[in-house]
């Protein structure tokens, strides 16, 4: 058994800069599925929000109330204060760090606008901002790697949570097959998203959502899972992100008659309004026959009139993945997009401090923290604004550092039945493999993406959703008697993508749960049946958890709102 | 459409005494990526083909691996580009040991970067309240580099890493050639004299592999060449590379009287490089002296002077005031 | 046809015989070439590292020599014609880098480069001006079964982006010629890798390793003899050959043939007039053979 003072699982943003608070402070470690530099924080592109005021007056506090309206106010206002707050200095300690940044005129971190934002707010490295800072911690990590111990591709299978505290988790070794306990005072989860449920998706591969499984698993609930954000912006067919740097940087959406539709519908903010409204947008002037192509299934992005040297110096990636994709060349042509599962806004419930919740009353389970996407602070309520996600991470990550610290002060291992653990995920494991076997994994996740795309996407309603949750039950059924064929130890990825998929299958009925329950539309929770926000009701969080018998559980918790009542949304 | 064939090399230790190519026929799909190839074929035919891969967006750089023998991103690569002959060769990256079929050990790698002292070491007197200033141009020498994603590509094609594992490899320097010529980076010159130790900047042969299966803009042999700029530019020449680099400057320009005019003096060169006072050096290189005299294949005794040469003369004159312009 | 030829450093100086060859095949062939006796060394990508603003000023002022003349150039050295193109390449893509070079140029030597010559290696002249075919009609000694390793040296293949060789990662040029004068090209894996040369200084144990697993690849096809386009490889694998064959503890005895000099031969040439005793590995067995034949 190994044993650390902290594990924290995943290497992202969130999870290395929590790392880098704690290192050479205690012993701590780093479980990641894959290397760190592949983490999907990496993929993220436009901008990260702080109000740094550098190309115009802003404050933290004009910073929250954006983000509040964003959040179609189901955002916890005192989350949200202490994020905009936290962003100027954690943004200039990642500079300090050595983040490449662009820069302006005066050499200061450069700034763009973004949607929802009501000020040039978003600190970019041209079009791979993640990508920079993404980089600069785990160059960081070199600095430190006599203070942190990296698990380089090790999964994730169980967190170990027992009378209210956790203590640690076990993970597998893919270069051997062990499967290993990892024993730890605090355990810390920054393991990012669950958008890979979807088929048109930019989302890697990676991001299954086996964090907040393995939380759901060990019993603790989970919070608005229903909230997942649609880019507006995804290469068509592909889901590929191009980034919204590309409409803060002027880019128009055209729909099949080349207009400009969202003076339809966010006429002050146009194609700068937040993403919930714009996804909407476009998926309107899809459904109503205005989109363009021979199938009339997609809307244009056009970044013609931006001209060649603005495309080469402030949007180079994303050129070069149309490119690379759809054989589209922006600076030439506008390109084929549709909106993509991004983002999403729900997650393991925990405080400002990233201290996990154990029920909607607010218990807290001792040694457990979440962090970054995999978390639902909640930061971003029912839509997040674009750039708010690096600053999530960021700031969270190291807030978690922080409050780790302190809990730490008198904590110890509490006792850990090793065999105990590994048993079980053994278990779990060798059902997989032995079990007689009849279904395609292929089939099932491929079912499962269609559902979820066709059935719980931009708009919902009763009957979609419905039938996609009698879907998911056929599937999970199927997924019993899943063929595995590979029965080896050594990097056996078959297995792995067997466990994700059980992940992708268990957390798609909890979103397609919250989802028919919540009878309102908010933020991106869009409902044709019930298209407006129904403040009375819903204004509160969803907590989902498995019963006694597994079933699930569907509880509220009050959205916290210190400064800003709920108001119409307009743009 | 016809069915394609891949032939991908397949082993696992368990079972294969060495790799082996093994085929599967697939019908590429549309506007299909290699990577959309070989998960079908996982998915569809073999669920037990091992290889890496996650954001399939080019960003992450896991899924790097010899296409047709050399390295390029299969999620970057048009499947149907890449077909020779109805046929697509995959192969694990090269320079790394393997674990299984695609997947290799990055492990020598990683250490590559680590040996670079890869971060930032700022100013300790700088204040901490705002971020330090760069200007545009500044930025402009480090973006290239700060493209890298690690994917390895580079390490894979590199010649010299195929005769002298011990080499930084372009990857690391590159992440090296970013610190360099960071602005906000406080130890340029240590950094200079590190890199231009044996191992380092001067051991690249400028094969050029690196800048060719580099799939963004860090393109490693140029910021070889950035480095080799820097090491000349703050004069850190006590090596043979930089010492050769001399050599020419003063044969070429003629800046080092009776040695030569516009053209390499060839028999000065070697000795240049080594160094005057080195005696192990002079040594090493009498023998292919000594062959060349036999076969009447040194070259003349007497510098080739080229004609016109005032006017290459009277550019190397102005030799600072190029570098200047250059940096402009 | 007329080329200005730049000789390049090398066959100037520790490559003689290149000159000799280069001479005799462009004679036979037909094409008139006129020595660039004023052009300067073109930076071997050394200068280029020193001072790439000189670098490119210097290559410039070649450009422009040949430009008063009237003539494309002709290169003879890979290594040459890769960095040539290169200055030019980045010249063609960034005018204001152009403005800048020709602006240093012409305060130091009252000379500007337009950007209208043309830079080719002597093969791309024999492929794509000239044409095999009519290389093979005046084919007077073919070589029939001596075995041909093609080596391309770097510099004609990569990066990518600054190579004329239009699949550069599959060249087939060299096998080409090595056809047409009725020998057999010999397939070997290090073909387009590096020879070494460049860093024969700094780290001369990598350099001839890099040769000396060239050279065995060769000959564990076959190969009798290796061709290659840059004196540059040449010299590695030539010169070095003994020193190569006591590291590696194994006889190579591998002729290293220049491109013109397989041309050259196969129009008659006789191997004192190429200077081919000047190569440190004279001609062996079958090169004889075949020669002699």
Known sequence: MRKHDVVIVGAGLAGLRAALELAGKVDVAVVSKVYPSRSHSGAAQGGVAAAMANESDDSPELHMYDTVKGSDYLGDQDAIEIMTHDAPITITEMEHLGCVFSRDAEGRIAQREFGGHSKPRACYAADRTGHAMLHTLYEQSFKYKKDITFYNEWYLLDLIYQDGSARGIVAMDMKTGDIEVIHAKAVLFGTGGYGRAYKITSNAFANTGDGIMAAYRAGLPLEDMEFVQFHPTGLYQQGILMSEAARGEGGYLLNGNMERFMERYAKSRMELAPRDIVSRAEQSEINEGRGAGPNKDYIYIDLRHLGREKILEKLPQIRQLAIDFLGVDCIDNPIPIQPTAHYSMGGIPASKDCEVYSDEKGTIVKGFYAAGECSCISVHGANRLGTNSLLDATVFGRRAGKSILNYLVGAKHEPVNEAEEKRKARKRIDDLLYTPSTESANNIRNELKEAMTTNVGVYRDKERLAAAHKKLKELQQRFTKVRVEDKGKVFNTEIIEALELANMLAYSELIIAGAEARTESRGAHARVDYPTRDDVNWMKHTMVSAGADGAIQLKYKPVVVTKHQPEERKY | ?328 | MKYALYTGCVAKGAGRELMSATVYAAERLGIQIREMKDASCCGAGAIQEDNPLLADALNARTFSLAEEQGLDIMTICGTCQGVMRTAQIKMEHNPAHKERVNAALKRDSGREYQGKVKVKHFYQIVEEDYGLENLVKRVTRKLTGLKVAPFYGCYVLRPHEYSDTKVPDRPDYLEKLIAAVGATPVDYAEKQKCCGFPILMPNKANALQLSGNAMIGALKAGADVIVTPCPLCHLNMDSYQPEIEEMLDRKINMPVLHYPQLIALALGANLDELKMNTHVVLPNEKLLEVVNR
């Open chain 2, 1 to 328: 459409m016809a069915k394609t064939k891949f032939l991908v090399s397949r082993y696992d230790a368990a079972r294969d005494t060495k790799p082996y190519l093994q085929e599967f026929r697939l019908e590429i799909p549309q506007g299909a990526t290699l990577l959309d190839c070989i998960n079908l074929i996982k998915w569809t035919q073999d669920g037990t083909l091992t290889y890496r891969m996650s954001c399939r967006s080019a960003i992450c750089g896991s899924c790097s691996m010899k296409v047709n023998g050399h390295a390029r991103l299969a999620c970057k690569t048009q499947a149907a580009d890449v077909v020779i002959d109805g046929a697509v060769t995959i192969e694990p990256m090269g320079n790394l040991p393997l674990i299984r079929d695609l997947a290799v050990d990055l492990e020598p790698f990683f250490d590559s970067i680590d040996r670079v002292k890869p971060y930032l070491v700022p100013d300790e007197s700088r204040q901490w309240k705002r971020e330090m200033l760069q200007s545009h141009d500044d930025y402009r020498k480090i973006e290239d580099a700060s493209t890298c994603i690690m994917c390895a590509s580079c390490w894979s094609d590199c010649n010299v890493l195929e005769v002298d594992p011990r080499f930084l490899g372009p990857a690391a320097l590159a992440k090296a050639q970013r610190f360099v010529h960071d602005s906000r980076d406080s130890d340029t010159i240590g950094r200079i004299e590190f890199l231009s130790r044996v191992t380092g900047m001067w051991d690249c042969t400028h094969c050029a592999e690196c800048a060719t299966r580099c799939p963004t803009d860090a393109k490693p042999l140029f910021r070889i060449k950035e480095l080799r700029t820097a090491a000349m530019t703050h004069k850190i020449t006590n090596n043979n590379g930089a010492r050769h680099v001399l050599a020419f400057r003063e044969s070429v320009g003629g800046t080092v009287p009776g040695i030569g005019g516009g053209m390499l003096n060839e028999n000065y060169i070697p000795v240049r490089s080594v160094g005057f006072f080195n005696l192990d050096g002079i040594l090493s290189i009498i023998p292919v002296g000594v062959r060349m005299i036999i076969r009447g294949k040194n070259p003349p005794i007497l510098p080739h002077i080229i004609d016109k040469f005032g006017e290459v003369r009277a550019m190397f004159r102005r030799f600072n005031d190029y570098r200047k312009e250059y940096r402009k």
